[in-house]
């Protein structure tokens, strides 16, 4: 169901892979509630995708790009600006890839090469897309940023090895950036911290399946899906959230704030009884 909050804005979505994407899912529901957008990945993600199929299905402008190049971010803006007839509203970053987990090395044996490429590939690009788009002036006042998180930014998440620290400095360039940008053009820099979820980029997370299991019995309202969080952001993007800005916020059906649930707690006693 649609209620037009995005009726009228602009924005651009970087991330979208195919139809596993949380970008994915998000570029559709800001189009169903009346935005228009342009898409951005990387020419290779362009290739080996099908982002292609999403640009056509919503009439958006796909501009290829590596989000770590300021050249190429320039390009995406000014590019956007041009496609879309104005200034952008709103603007996603879902963006993230560490070498070292898809070569299943673990934190106490990076390879530290491999470690630049997850930070500037995971969180360094953030800090380009924000100051690439403040120094263009390409955002429109009270307009949103948001990028996705995940809670292993500030817990401890076995098996989620250098992207931890990829997600912590996502989040403090959220806060260090969203001051300046707030304080100087008024617009909205925020994450959001996503329960696990099944994406392209997250299957490369030792024991997946069993992390999906465990929050979902933690959570007292269960994972929240890519579809939710996509809902989430499309209210992060309207005018409904005006004032929210430098915040992390939590959208993982209850999971930060609990210890022990009755099913986890129940799981475990039935397995060490067996």
């Known amino acids: 169901m649609s209620y037009n909050l995005l009726k009228g804005k602009r924005g651009i979505i970087f991330g979208a892979l195919n139809d596993m994407s949380i970008a994915w899912k998000v570029a559709e529901r800001v189009v169903e509630e009346g935005a228009i957008i342009t898409l951005s990945n990387?020419?290779?993600?362009?290739?080996?995708?099908?982002?292609?199929?999403?640009?056509?299905?919503?009439?958006?402008?796909?501009?290829?790009?590596?989000?770590?190049?300021?050249?190429?971010?320039?390009?995406?803006?000014?590019?956007?600006?041009?496609?879309?007839?104005?200034?952008?509203?709103?603007?996603?970053?879902?963006?993230?890839?560490?070498?070292?987990?898809?070569?299943?090395?673990?934190?106490?044996?990076?390879?530290?090469?491999?470690?630049n490429t997850t930070l500037d590939v995971s969180a360094i690009s953030f800090h380009k897309v924000l100051q690439v788009a403040k120094k263009m002036d390409a955002i429109n006042e009270y307009g949103s940023v948001v990028a996705l998180s995940y809670l292993a930014a500030q817990r401890t998440v076995a098996g989620y090895s250098d992207m931890a620290d990829a997600k912590a400095t996502l989040e403090s360039i959220a806060r260090s950036f969203g001051?300046?940008?707030?304080?100087?053009?008024?617009?909205?820099?925020?994450?959001?911290?996503?329960?696990?979820?099944?994406?392209?980029?997250?299957?490369?997370?030792?024991?997946?399946?069993?992390?999906?299991?465990?929050?979902?019995?933690?959570?007292?309202?269960?994972?929240?899906?890519?579809?939710?969080?996509?809902?989430?952001?499309?209210?992060?993007?309207?005018?409904?959230?005006?004032?929210?800005?430098m915040q992390n916020l939590l959208h993982d059906g209850g999971f930060s704030s609990m210890t022990m649930s009755a099913d986890v707690m129940y799981q475990y006693c039935k397995e060490l009884n067996q």
């Open 42 to 115: 990387t020419p290779i993600a362009v290739r080996m995708g099908t982002t292609d199929e999403l640009a056509k299905k919503l009439n958006a402008t796909l501009i290829p790009a590596d989000a770590t190049s300021v050249k190429d971010l320039e390009n995406v803006f000014a590019t956007s600006m041009e496609a879309l007839g104005g200034k952008i509203d709103f603007v996603l970053h879902s963006i993230g890839m560490s070498p070292n987990v898809r070569k299943k090395r673990s934190y106490d044996d990076l390879d530290y090469d491999l470690l």
């Open 179 to 245: 001051y300046i940008y707030g304080r100087d053009k008024k617009v909205r820099v925020n994450t959001i911290s996503q329960s696990p979820t099944v994406t392209t980029a997250g299957s490369g997370v030792k024991d997946l399946d069993g992390l999906l299991d465990y929050s979902e019995r933690m959570s007292p309202l269960g994972n929240a899906t890519a579809l939710d969080c996509a809902d989430y952001c499309v209210m992060m993007f309207s005018d409904l959230t005006r004032k929210v800005t």
